[in-house]
């Protein structure tokens, strides 16, 4: 894995203020002539009931310089997205562009709608968070045939035409969850003891989950091989443990149905490695209602969601994986600009987004063998013990309870 890291760490607040200070331009609302031809997509976006949570934020006025981005995102129900998208949509209209604000409500043909709505309305960037890798091809083929650059969002989608992906180290972000168990459990000096541990992975449908699941796996299989570690259920195989549409309802239920399969004999469970927090929420759920033993069991999650925040401090989940999306915002900009311009993409232009970064050409590929250039954060571990870390980005503010807010 070829990999750059440079650029020195500074906090959101610093770097988006020098962003911001480069981007300058004009913001004033206007509304979007409607485009002269309706293609098939916009007629058929008219006719459908607007999805519950499709939201799309009008175009600015041309501003000063800018250009055109849209920006689609999977859902507004996974917190995270939320935050993803106002980052994104204030970074770049303070840089001068106007944006096109999509939400697909975790339906992927209404993301293809949403994508090629803001083709016809002639952006001239597409920044895409795929709900299906795989389901973007009649939209992606479309921003080829108008050499419309598009950036991969977070999750990769596997189609030539998405030129860049910005994302964090996915592999990481489940490495650091498999370690966290094998130090919580102190699996190292386990001697003949055999701690019992279960898995909830992400949405086969996401390319980010496998690379999730794969990453704790790596960490956790010395133990499961020298019998430090048992999956009592046997349910291991990234099939068996996925959960489609990282929904908390389908995670809670499997759970549900795992506790009183394998644990209600008295078993204990020592930890649950969950991928991400709205999945640690349905198996904290369960263990909460469901798991009779005394033990505190070890959660781990991703994303830093408001209500795994307050399970952290409650003690009820152990760990969760923080992505500072807001500095995903700030690269991708950066990004979009260099791209836009013409400028050479490698990691020459890592010192400029002033967030550490890494250059990676070889971990991602949108087809086999095509390598997919890939700008990778840094993910961060979030306990109890250093929930201030979060406060101290001024994405969160913390009340008096001690329980997390995210700030805006
Ligand atoms: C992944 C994303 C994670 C996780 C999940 C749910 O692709 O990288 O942060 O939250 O989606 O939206």
């Known amino acids: 894995m070829k990999r750059k890291l440079l650029g020195a760490f500074l906090s959101t607040a610093m770097v988006a203020s020098l962003v911001v200070g ?14 002269e031809t309706e293609t098939p997509a916009e007629d058929a976006a008219e006719d459908a009931t607007p999805a519950e949570d499709t939201a799309t934020e009008g175009a600015e006025a041309p501003a000063a310089g800018g250009g055109k981005i849209g920006i689609s995102m999977p859902t507004q129900s996974l917190e995270r997205w939320n935050r993803d998208g ?6 770049f209209k303070a840089a001068g562009f106007e944006t096109i604000l999509t939400y697909s409500d975790d339906k992927t043909e209404q993301q293809v709608n949403d994508i090629q709505n803001m083709l016809a309305d002639g952006v001239d960037m597409l920044v895409i968070a795929a709900i299906d890798g795989n389901a973007l091809n009649t939209a992606l083929e479309g921003a080829a045939e108008q050499n419309i650059p598009v950036i991969s969002y977070d999750r990769l989608i596997l189609n030539d035409a998405a030129s860049y992906y910005v994302s964090f180290d996915n592999y990481t972000v489940g490495q650091l969850q498999g370690e ?28 980010n989950a496998t690379y999730f699941y794969q990453g704790a796996i790596d960490a956790i299989q010395p133990y499961l091989d020298n019998g430090a570690l048992n999956i009592v259920s046997g349910q291991k195989d990234f ?48 263990v909460t209602s469901d798991y009779a033993g005394s033990n505190t069991v070890v959660i781990t999650g991703q994303d830093g969601d408001e209500a795994n925040l307050k399970n952290i401090v409650d003690g009820v989940q152990t760990m969760t994986v923080y992505k500072n999306v807001s500095n995903e915002s700030i690269v991708t900009l950066a990004l979009a600009k260099a791209i836009l311009a013409g400028e050479t993409i490698d990691e020459s232009l890592i010192p400029s987004f002033g967030i550490e970064c890494a250059f990676d050409t070889e971990s991602y590929e949108t087809s086999a063998g095509n390598k997919c250039p890939s700008f990778l954060l840094v993910p961060n571990v979030i306990t109890k013990d250093n929930l201030q870390d979060l406060v101290d980005t001024g994405l969160y503010t913390m009340g008096d309870d001690g329980y997390l807010s995210a700030a805006n």
């Open 22 to 35: 480069c981007g300058g331009g004009n913001d004033s609302a206007a509304t979007d002539a409607p485009a």
């Open 86 to 91: 106002a980052y994104l949509d204030e970074q």
């Open 180 to 207: 966290y168990i094998v130090e919580a459990l102190d699996l190292a000096n386990a001697g003949d003891k055999t701690y019992n541990i279960e898995i909830t992975a992400g949405d086969p449908a996401d390319n």
């Open 239 to 286: 099939d068996a443990v996925a959960t489609p549409g990282w929904k908390t309802d389908t995670a809670l239920a499997r759970a549900q149905n795992v506790l009183s399969s394998y644990y209600a004999d008295g078993t204990q469970l020592d930890a649950w490695l969950c991928s991400n927090d709205s999945t640690a929420l349905g198996v904290t759920q369960a």
